[in-house]
Structures are given as C-alpha cells and as structure tokens.
C-alpha cells in the first residue's frame, strides 16, 4: 500500500504544501472553513498519517511533556494526571508518566530521561532535594511547572492547594461541633518533608493557637504508613484522648478507618474525623466522611495550559505560585463532642 505524502494530500486538495501544515498544526487563523474541510476530506479519503516525530524535530519539538510524580498512591495525584493528559491530548501532546516514589535518586534519573527524550517540558511534584537540578533547567529556560508543592529557592510557576486554610476550614468544623481536644495524624515531617506536609503541620499549630486552646504536643502524631496503627494506639490511649482527629491527607485517613474497623472504634460515636484531599473512598465509607476538597482536577487542567503555554513561548515569564481555595465536603463523620 502506497503510503501517501504531504505533497500528495495538498495536490488532491488543490493547495499548497504549507497550507496542509498550517492545518496539521491547528493554524486556523487565515483559512477558510471550506479550505479546511476539503483538506480534511483528502486526508480522510488517503489515511493520510502524517509523521509526528518529523514535524516535531522539524519545529524543534516533539509534542510530548514529562509528568514526574512524587507518589502515584495519592487520590490527588491520580486526578492531576487525569486533568492534564485529557488537556494535552487536546492540543495534539502526549504525556510521559514517571512515579518517583518520593525518592530524590528517582527522581533525578527520570528527569535526565525525559531530557534524554527531548520532552518539550517538564510537569513536576518535586521531592524537594533537588534544587540545583531544577535551577540547571531554570537557567536553560526550560519550560517546568511545580504541582502541589513549592521548592525554597526555585522560581517557577507552582500550583497547590491553601493548605493552611484547608487545616483552619477543618478546625472551624471541628470546634462548631464543640470539640476542644482535636489531634493531627500526619507523615512524618522532616528536613525535606513535602510543602503540604509541613504546611498543613504548620496550619494545625496556628489554627491551636488562633482558637485560643491548649497546645498539646502529644495530639500531633506523626508517622510513616506501616507505624500508623501503633501512633494512634497511642494517642488513644492517653490519660485525655482527642475527641476528633483530623488526617492530613488521604493515607492517613485509610490509615485511620483500618484502624477504626479493626479495634471496634465507631465514628462519630468514639472520634469525630475530618480528612483533606477528598479522597473518593471517603464518600463510600459508612458513615460518610466529612473532608476538605481540593479541587485537584482544575489544578491539574491549570498545569497543563501553563506548561503549553511555556512551550509556546506565551506565558509570563514571571514565576507565580498560585494558591487554590480548599472546600468542605460535608459527610457524617463529625458530632458534638462528648460533654465533660
């Protein structure tokens, strides 16, 4: 089977070879809709394939972005990547997905990868460890959008949730219905403790402070996935146990409802519990949890037309970081707390 040219598809149609690649590339500005549709005809009429890589190089491009993910397991990291590969697609992008398993080594050989592949951009929720790699890409002009953290020290356009209004939205929930003994079940936080970690750890001691309660350095418990379990033991089985317990993220809160099965612990009877991220076994659980949203989808959507827009050579050069409005979600998780 003859596999046809460009040459071929803009004699059928009647119109010059820089034409039919204005079309291929979506420049529609001075063509009109009868050029376009005879065009299009003959490229139907031809199965014409045009070659993607040729044109790409031919402009410099190859119309694929880099995605590197701090951590797959995470709900909000899910919906981002949905967002922008259904965004990307639309542009005629394709989208190369890399889990760095919060591993700065990882992350560091994914990025030469994708530079190795002459992506034209980079989409990244850094670990945080490596800034001179990021400022290397920076001082290239290298199109790169941060996603749902920031990094000290790199300006670039980044975009994440208002993490500390997140934890003030669930503290208002929290002491509405009474509550005055309210903890934190967290990640831990360390040196190069992801920005939503720390942020929501520093959102919880100002929302303590701003609510006028006692700080009870015991209610912040902190842990990695596999010692979740045993820190809530703990933190239940003080002289004077929270009354309600906000997780900071959706593995907390998968944490803290195996726990609850497991030990017979009712919700809202026993604890009241509030979780951020919006995670959608929140809405299956019995009761229904109350959580603080982020609208991870529209964040997700948002870093891809910056990125575009970085690689088109049309976005503002000024590195931003934008802050999207958290929102609760209300379940059945939460009630009056217990009277003294």
């Known amino acids: 089977m ?12 009647g119109v010059s ?17 009868a050029t376009r549709k005879r065009i299009s005809e003959v490229i139907d009429e031809l199965n014409y394939q045009p070659n993607g890589l040729a044109r790409g190089l031919k402009r410099n491009r190859t119309n694929t972005v880099g995605v590197v993910v701090g951590d ?8 981002c990547i949905h967002a922008i590969e259904n965004e990307l697609q639309l542009s005629g992008n394709q989208v190369i997905i890399c889990n760095a398993d919060e591993n700065p080594d990882k992350e560091t050989k994914y990025i030469e990868t994708l530079m190795a592949r002459q992506v034209d951009g980079l989409i990244v929720f850094p670990t945080g460890d490596n800034p001179s790699l990021y400022q290397r890409l920076l001082d290239e002009r290298y199109p790169l959008v941060f996603l749902d953290r920031v990094m000290e020290g790199i300006a670039t356009q980044s975009l994440l949730l208002d993490n500390e209004m997140a934890v003030k939205t669930a503290f208002k929930e929290f002491i509405r219905y009474g509550h005055e003994r309210i903890a934190l079940l967290t990640l831990p936080v360390g040196r190069y403790a992801i ?49 309600a317990l906000l997780a900071a993220n959706d593995i907390a809160l998968a944490e803290m409802l195996k726990y609850a099965n497991k030990h017979a612990l009712s919700i809202p009877r026993d604890l009241s519990v509030i979780g951020i991220d919006d995670a959608e076994f929140a809405t299956i659980y019995n009761p229904a949890i109350t959580t603080i949203r982020q609208p991870a989808y529209e964040m997700g959507m948002q870093a891809a037309k910056i990125i575009l827009a970085g ?30």
């Open 2 to 13: 003859k596999k046809f040219t460009i040459e071929d598809v803009a004699q059928k149609a």
């Open 17 to 33: 070879k820089s034409t039919v690649s204005q079309f291929l590339n979506k420049r529609y500005k001075y063509m009109s809709e």
């Open 72 to 79: 797959i397991n995470y709900s909000l990291s899910i919906q």
């Open 195 to 243: 920005t939503p970690r720390k942020e929501r750890v520093s959102g919880y001691r100002k929302a303590v402070e701003e609510a006028g309660q006692e700080w009870r350095e015991e209610y912040v418990c902190s842990a990695h996935r596999e010692g979740m379990s045993e820190a809530l033991e703990r933190l239940l089985s003080l002289p004077q146990p929270p009354t």
């Open 311 to 340: 690689i088109e050579d049309t976005g503002s050069s000024v590195p931003i970081t934008y802050r999207f409005t958290p929102a609760l979600q209300q379940g059945h998780s939460v009630q009056s707390a217990p009277k003294s």
